[in-house]
Structures are given as structure tokens and as C-alpha cells.
């Protein structure tokens, strides 16, 4: 064979045979050696992210401490008291150069840019840098809507100190501050209030330390401005200054919107400017911002691409050779030792650089101890270890006495039995006085060793326990909620049925707060309800639940009762507190309580039947005039009862058609009773199937309380109104229809536009339609009653009073209403034959009406006396069963037609 055939093909099958397994062996080991450098420089990222928010957590819980600890200090105190005690009305008052000296140290130890001292009326009297605040005041002063005030609104009500929001501030020429706002006390009592100003300077050389990211590492701050990103400090790759840069969510980079969004995680994506990054993304609660750390890929990944064109040289270099060498089939392997060992140094320094302790162990031969062998600086710092020579070579329990205590030696002895590894997801380690939460993973490697990876989650426990509590508990009082009641109740219920106690359901209700929380406002409402909840609370024993029910309810337990009637003693003790005033926010409220009792086991075994039954007396105190206490009984039940059943029939009843309108006549005192009146009023009627006819008096309180008089006044309007226009067409029946309207009528905004309509579609004038309200309705808010009144008569609607004499109108304020005609009530025309008293005021009415210009109708007469006594004195129209009863259209229709016949007949006989 030619040789250089054969060294042709000795070449071809040695290049096929080595080539194919080397290049899968390259690729393996770029593959391999991409995850691990990708795995590691994230891992580097994320705990550089948890050193930062760590340090950032630190900054803020530091400036908490400062301002706790000053405000309570007895020379700050001395200070705004001898402020206050000044004479301000010429000139700001001025501290002591002592006193000054004093606060300007503090000024200057924490690097705050300003420190203020505020008194309770929100008047700043002390500025150190003297700046535009001083001498304003932060409640209704020029800088009432800055953070500032804000957080001074915050301290006063709930005496907390809190670091407000970072935003820029006017007179410090809107430098991007912060204030830690801390109430003053005087024994129990506030008298001011220190502020310190914080800037985002200060917070920059934790933002700006670029330790462990390289050249193109960057830390990046944002906060969520409704549906936008705004930036918080200056950025690289953005030009402009902190809080200017400002980005739609939808267009914001991944990593910054899941922070904003309250997640954290790490990964390779890309930045704001849009290059490829691995970033560290972390939430900040304490500020409410997002935070990247982050580095670009390309840097991150520099190793990787030197492998790879490393690899690709060496792979040419070696077909090359191999090409050389096919024909004496040698192969030679050359390892670049230094390679490696620059991969473990790069992978030692991001070990030494993780936010995450790592302690590696080797156990003892019979397993009953572990020796510390080494220690990451994050071990050391989570531990407390100061020297890392003064724990190494020692056992693990005399290095970390907190081990065994906190359940993390025993997972040691297990793991090393065992083998594979073991999570301890939260571990209490005692660290001296300071109790720490850990998460902790133990492994067992391959040689025996026991690493162990552990994770400070103190500050993430202690957020977790605060949405722990807002979850069960009233963000605005701080009660119970509803739903923990829930659960407290049944606790309760079932710690009485064992013990054989008593337990009593308060269920509370402010009387006239909707009209505070309109008149006044949202704000001074919220005011009010966290002020009733500290009395509540006042009121009654630690072992009591106090709950929020939402609104201006309020249940108060009372819980392990010796007797019933311990019950009446703490409720009326509620109803004192609650019914005294309440000073807030420069005005003198009153309110009180309608206050419902039920008690275990009388009133019921569960703690929805409890609740039903207390709720129930809660609204019987309202109907006994407020103010009051009601116990629950099965009368309130069965009568609660029975108005549901009314309602759910009721329903039924205008679905079905079983509503209908009587008409009743309104004559003029010289006319025949038998012929056409002058008016006639409709009266709603209900054909009960098993009840038979029902009267309004019956259904349209029920119909009131639950809305469906807007259904069943409108379907009443216009069937009157529908009716009328027959009769009129067909030349019979009355001038005017009389229609009742209801009090949620006449507040319904839309209201004249209904009227207005069924006027245009029945075709009727002026004055054919009149509207009869009540003196009670007309009477509850008279202001709204009469402009809506005077829309009404603008529509050529006639008014008229009903039931005049039974409210508490003043006479002369009967003038502001555009009113026609006024309705003498039937509780005073009854009795006029026999009592004097009525007779009089009868009397007196129509007078007064006819000098007012007034029409006068007297309703309910029911004898020929009365009759008689009402014309004598001049009544306008008359109405009332001596006169005729309330009857269906049908038959006014044929009464009518057969009178007009018989006159028909009359005039024939006569002219014949």
C-alpha cells in the first residue's frame, strides 16, 4: 500500500478516533466550567446584595436609635420646654448656648444635616441650620405637605418613630432628605417633637462601595411611583441627577421591577441601558425601594471567553500535532496546572466574599464532636467571632456555644450518620444577649467533612412577624379584625363551655359618625375612630377582645364572666367613655354608642349565632332613640324574622305583580259627594296571597330599609300617573293626583329626572301631578329638602305637607318651602268633636295657612261632626272614609260613568 496512503488514512482514523471524544470532552468541561463560574458569580452578586441591604438596614435602624434615645434624653426635654415657655409673638425664641452646643453634637455625630425641635402644635421652634421651616408651622404652614409634616402627624398620633419616605425638601433647596420624627414626652403627655434630617448623601458611601464588583459593577436604587420607576440616586449609563430619572413599569428592567414588586433573586439580564448584567435584585422594606446589584456580563464572563479561546487554540495546535504524529500514534495530555490553580484562587475570594456563613467541620472518630477546620468572614460576623484563630482547631460546641441550644448539633450527628444533608429552616442561636434567626444547611462531603452554610434571617423573621400582625389586626386602631375576631371568639367560646363561665357579645355601633366623617372629613374621622378604640380598650380587662368590626362598628368580648350581669356594668361604663367629647384636631366632637348585648350559652352556643343576636339588639337600641344598651331577646329575633320574610316576599310581591293602587277622593266642601273630586291620592296596596290586602303601613317601612322603595315609588308614579291620563281622556274623574313620596326618594339624586319623565310621557300640565312629603322627612335635612322641592315645582309639580303637626317644623320655616297645600293630620281630626286641645290646634292650623296662602286638606274624617267642624272653619279639601274608602281605579271608573248616566237621565225627564 502507498505509504502515503497509509499515513493518509492512519491520519483520517487517528484524528477521528482522538478528535471526537476530545471535542465532546471540551465542550463538557466549557459547559461545566460555565455553570460553575456562572453559580459562583451569582452567588457572589446575591450575598454582595445582602451585605448592602444589611448595611442599608443598619444605616436606618441607627438613626431610629439616635432619635429614640435623644428624644428621651432630659436636656432635649429642658430644651423645647424653655423653647416653649418663651414669648413668641415677637421673635423666634433662641436655646441656651449650652443647649445649642448640645444639639449641634448631635447634629454632627451622625453627619444629619439639620436637627429640629418641634412643639405639639406642630411649630418648628428650633432649626440648627435655621433654614425656611423654622418658625412655620407643619400642620397648616407653607411646608404642611412635605414628609416632614408628614412624619411629625405620624409621631404625634401613634407616639412611633419612623424614618419618612426620601423626597426632596424646599428649604434645604430640595436636597433629597429623610426625617427620623421622635415625640417628646413629658411623662405620659407630647409635647413636641425632635426631627432629624437625614440626606441621601449620607446613605451614598453604602451605595458607592463597589467592593467585590469589578469595573463595571453598579449598584442601583429605585422607589415605585404609581405606575413608574423613579431612580433614586444618580446612574452610570443615565445621565441626570437621583430622583429625576423616572421609567413606566412596563419598560423598567426586569431586575428593578421584581425588587419594586417585593421579590428578590438573582440572574443574568439585562440592565436599564440594555446590556446583559448578572444582577442581585433585593427589596428594601425599611425605605420601600428596589435594589440591583449588578456587574456586567462580559466582565463576569471574561474567564469563560479566555477558556474558550484558549480551548479553540489548543484545539487547532493539536490537529496540527496529531497530524504530525498520526503515522507513530502518539498522544500526549498536558494539564495547565497554573489554570486551575488561579480557579481556586478566583473561587477561595468569592467564598471569603459571600454574605452567607460557612463553617467546615471534621468529626471525631466516634462521631460525639466536630472540629472547626474553617471559617468564612460572614461566619465570623453572624457568629461573633473576632478572631478567626480563636475558634479554629476547637470543637464546634465550645466555638459556637449557641450550636446545641438552637437544634444545629444534632443536625450534625445526623448528617454524619446518615450522609446527603439536612435544611433547618429556622433556628433560635443565642448569641450572648442578642437572639438570632438562622437558616441553616448541613452537608456531608465526600471526605467526611461536615460543611455547614448558614444565613442571618433576624431582620426577615421580625418582617414576617409585622405582616404576621397586620394581617390579623385594624391597620388604623390597631384592634382585632374581623377575621381574627373570628377566631378569638370560638377560642373564647370554648374556654367558657369548659371552664362554665359566661360570656358576653357587645356589638357597638357610633351613633351620627357618618355625619362627622362628611362634615369634617376622612382624616378627622380616622382621628375619632382611634380615640374610641384606645377607650374601648381602656375599658375593659386584658383578657377581653376589642375588635374593629369595620366602619364605626366595634365588638367588645367579655370573656370568663362569673354572672350575666357583669355584662350591664362594663357596657355602661363603654357608654360613659364613648359619650364624653372628643378633642381632635381643634374641635369638640360628641358622639355615642348603640350598644347590643348577647350572652353564651342564653342567647346562643356559636360565635355566628352570637354575633347575629348582638347585631340584632344593636339596632333595637338604635330604634329606641340611640344612646343606648339593648340586650338581645327572642322577641328582636322573631321580629327580625318577620322583617326578612316581609322583604324576601315583598321581592316576590313586585316580581309577580301583587302590588296595586288605591285611589282615595279629596272633595271640596260644597261638593256632591257622588260626583267627580276634586283630587284623588294613590295609595299603594299589597294582594298578599295567604295574607289578603295589606295596607302600605305594613310593607313600605321594610320596603325603606332594604331599597326597594325606589322600585315600588317609581312603579306607583307612573300607574297614577298612567291612570289620571285615562281618566282625563275619557272626560271623568279628577283635576289632581296625589302621590306619597317616601324619604329615600326625595334625597335620590335622580329623582327630578324620573318625574320629569313620567310628566312628559302621560302628557300632564301644571299643577295635575302633586307630591305629598311627610313633615318629618321634609324636616331631616331642610337645606337639601328645599332645593329639591323647588327643582319639583320648576317641573309644574304642586307640593303639598303631609301629616303637618306630628314633626318638629318650625311654623316660620314653612315659608322657605315651596309647598301648595298642607295635609291636617288625622290624629288631630279625630278627636276634634271631644277634645278641645284638638279642636284648637285644628283650628289654629287653618288659619295659619290661609295667612301663610296655603290650601289645607284634613285627612281622616270619618263622621258627619268632623265634617261639619272642618267646614265651619274653612278646610280647603276633605278626605276620609266618611267621604269614601280607598278603592281600585275600576270602580271610581264605573261609580263615575253610572253617575254621569243617572244626570244624563235627570236633564232628559227635565226637558221633556
Known amino acids: 500500500m502507498n505509504p502515503r496512503r497509509l499515513g493518509l488514512r492512519l491520519a483520517v482514523g487517528f484524528l477521528i478516533i482522538a478528535l471526537l471524544p476530545l471535542a465532546g470532552l471540551a465542550w463538557f468541561y466549557l459547559h461545566t466550567f460555565e455553570r460553575a463560574l456562572t453559580a459562583t458569580v451569582l452567588q457572589n452578586v446575591t450575598s454582595i446584595a445582602d451585605k448592602k441591604a444589611d448595611q442599608i438596614d443598619d444605616y436606618i435602624n441607627e438613626r431610629l436609635a439616635d432619635a429614640r434615645s435623644f428624644a428621651s434624653q432630659a436636656q432635649v426635654r429642658g430644651t423645647l420646654s424653655a423653647l416653649l415657655a418663651t414669648d413668641r409673638s415677637a421673635a423666634i425664641p433662641t436655646p441656651s448656648t449650652a443647649d445649642f452646643k448640645e444639639l449641634a453634637k448631635l447634629g454632627e455625630r451622625a453627619d444629619y444635616h439639620d436637627v429640629l425641635l418641634i412643639d405639639e402644635r406642630g411649630d418648628v421652634v428650633f432649626s440648627l441650620r435655621g433654614e425656611d421651616d423654622l418658625g412655620t408651622n407643619l400642620l397648616h404652614g407653607p411646608f404642611r405637605n412635605t414628609e416632614l409634616a408628614a412624619g411629625f402627624r405620624q409621631a404625634m398620633t401613634f407616639m412611633h418613630i419612623d424614618l419618612t419616605r426620601f423626597a426632596p425638601y424646599g428649604p434645604s433647596g430640595n436636597a433629597i432628605a429623610a426625617f427620623v420624627v421622635a415625640p417628646i414626652l413629658e411623662g405620659q403627655h407630647p409635647i413636641g417633637a425632635l426631627a432629624l434630617q437625614v440626606n441621601l448623601a449620607t446613605l451614598m458611601p453604602v451605595v458607592s462601595d463597589r467592593t467585590g464588583l469589578g469595573v463595571t459593577g453598579e449598584t442601583v436604587l429605585a422607589v415605585r411611583d404609581g405606575q413608574s420607576a423613579r431612580y433614586t440616586i444618580a446612574l452610570e449609563r443615565m445621565p441626570g441627577e437621583p430622583f429625576s430619572n423616572r421609567v413606566p413599569l412596563d419598560r423598567t428592567a426586569e431586575p428593578m421591577r421584581l425588587a419594586l414588586a417585593g421579590s428578590q433573586g ?167 444577649p442578642i437572639r438570632l434567626w438562622l437558616e441553616s444547611d ?83 374621622g380616622d382621628l375619632l375612630l382611634v380615640e374610641v378604640a384606645r377607650r374601648l380598650r381602656a375599658d375593659v380587662r386584658e383578657n377581653d377582645i376589642v375588635a374593629r368590626q369595620g366602619g364605626d362598628e366595634f365588638v367588645v368580648v367579655l370573656t370568663a364572666l362569673e354572672r350575666a350581669e357583669d355584662a350591664s356594668t362594663v357596657a355602661a361604663k363603654i357608654l360613659d367613655a364613648i359619650g364624653e367629647p372628643y378633642a381632635i384636631d381643634g374641635e369638640r366632637l360628641h358622639t355615642s354608642p348603640s350598644i347590643g348585648i348577647s350572652i353564651y350559652p342564653d342567647d346562643g352556643w356559636d360565635a355566628d349565632t352570637l354575633m347575629r343576636n348582638a347585631d340584632t339588639a ?70 298578599h296571597p295567604q295574607r289578603g290586602l295589606l295596607a302600605a303601613g305594613y310593607f313600605i317601612p321594610i320596603a325603606e330599609e332594604s331599597g326597594l322603595i325606589h322600585v315600588i315609588g317609581e312603579w306607583v308614579l307612573n300607574e297614577a300617573c298612567r291612570r289620571f291620563g285615562e281618566w282625563k281622556e275619557a272626560g271623568m274623574g279628577p283635576r289632581r293626583i296625589a302621590v306619597n313620596l317616601s324619604a329615600h326618594q326625595l334625597r335620590n339624586p335622580a329623582l327630578i329626572d324620573t318625574v320629569s319623565a313620567v310628566l312628559r310621557r302621560y302628557g300632564m300640565k301644571d299643577n295635575e301631578l302633586e307630591l305629598e312629603v311627610t313633615e318629618t ?33 318650625s311654623l316660620a320655616y314653612l315659608k322657605r318651602l315651596p309647598i301648595q297645600t298642607l295635609k291636617l293630620d288625622r290624629e288631630f281630626v279625630r278627636d276634634i268633636e271631644t277634645d278641645e286641645n284638638d279642636a284648637a290646634i285644628s283650628a289654629a292650623t287653618l288659619a295659619l295657612a290661609h295667612e301663610l296662602g296655603l290650601r289645607v286638606v284634613a285627612e281622616g274624617i270619618e263622621t258627619e261632626g268632623q265634617s261639619r267642624f272642618l267646614q265651619a272653619h274653612g278646610c280647603d279639601l276633605l278626605q276620609g272614609y266618611f267621604y269614601g274608602r280607598p278603592e281600585p281605579a275600576e270602580v271610581w271608573t264605573a261609580r263615575w260613568s253610572e253617575g254621569e248616566s243617572a244626570e244624563l237621565r235627570r236633564t232628559r225627564n227635565h226637558n221633556a
Not at 327 to 338: A, H, M, N, Q, S
Not at 454 to 465: H, L, N, S, V
Not at 468 to 482: F, K, M, P, W, Y
Not at 780 to 805: K, M, N, W
Request: glycine content about 8%; proline content about 3%.
Open 442 to 524: 448541613v452537608i456531608r462531603l465526600e471526605g467526611g467533612e461536615i460543611l455547614s452554610v448558614f444565613k442571618d434571617i433576624t431582620a426577615r423573621r421580625a418582617a414576617d412577624e409585622r405582616i404576621e400582625h397586620i394581617a390579623h389586626h385594624d391597620s388604623l386602631t390597631g384592634l382585632v379584625n374581623r377575621h381574627n375576631l373570628e377566631i378569638l371568639l370560638r377560642q373564647a367560646l370554648h374556654s367558657a363551655h369548659r371552664d362554665g363561665r359566661w360570656l358576653a357579645v357587645l356589638f357597638i355601633d357610633l351613633d351620627r359618625f357618618k355625619v362627622i366623617n362628611d362634615t369634617l372629613g376622612h382624616h378627622i
Open 266 to 432: 438573582r440572574g443574568l439580564m439585562q440592565d436599564y441601558a440594555g446590556i446583559e448584567v448578572a444582577a442581585g435584585w433585593r427589596y428594601l422594606p425599611a425605605l420601600g425601594w428596589g435594589m440591583v446589584v449588578k456587574i456586567d456580563a462580559a466582565e463576569v464572563m471574561a474567564p469563560l471567553h479566555a477558556m474558550q479561546e484558549a480551548t479553540a487554540w489548543a484545539f487547532a495546535l493539536f490537529l496540527l500535532a496529531s497530524a504530525s504524529a498520526a503515522l507513530v500514534l502518539g498522544r500526549r495530555l498536558v494539564r495547565d496546572e497554573t489554570t486551575i490553580a488561579a480557579q481556586q484562587a478566583r473561587y477561595r475570594a468569592m467564598l471569603g466574599s459571600m454574605n452567607d456563613g460557612v463553617a467546615l467541620y471534621r468529626p471525631r472518630p466516634d462521631g460525639s464532636e466536630f472540629v472547626l477546620i474553617d471559617i468564612n468572614p460572614a461566619a465570623q460576623r453572624i457568629a461573633g467571632v473576632a478572631r478567626r484563630k480563636d475558634v479554629l482547631g476547637r470543637p464546634s460546641r465550645i466555638a459556637f456555644p449557641g450550636l446545641e441550644a438552637a437544634g444545629i448539633f444534632a443536625a450534625f450527628r445526623r448528617v454524619h450518620r446518615h450522609g446527603g444533608r439536612e435544611t433547618i429552616s429556622l433556628a433560635v442561636y443565642d448569641k450572648g
Open 777 to 809: 322627612v321634609a324636616m331631616r335635612d331642610p337645606g337639601r329638602a328645599v332645593e329639591t322641592l323647588q327643582a319639583l315645582r320648576g317641573l309644574g309639580v304642586a307640593l303639598a305637607i303631609d301629616d303637618f303637626g306630628t314633626g318638629h317644623s
Open 618 to 687: 344593636m339596632y333595637h337600641a338604635k330604634e329606641q332613640g340611640r344612646n343606648n344598651i339593648q340586650y338581645f331577646t327572642e322577641a328582636l329575633n322573631v321580629a327580625a324574622g318577620e322583617r326578612l320574610t316581609v322583604e324576601r316576599e315583598l321581592r316576590v310581591a313586585i316580581e309577580e305583580g301583587q302590588l296595586a293602587v288605591h285611589y282615595q277622593p279629596q272633595l271640596e266642601p260644597d261638593a256632591d259627594p257622588l260626583a267627580r273630586p276634586y283630587a284623588m291620592e294613590a295609595l299603594v296596596r299589597w294582594h
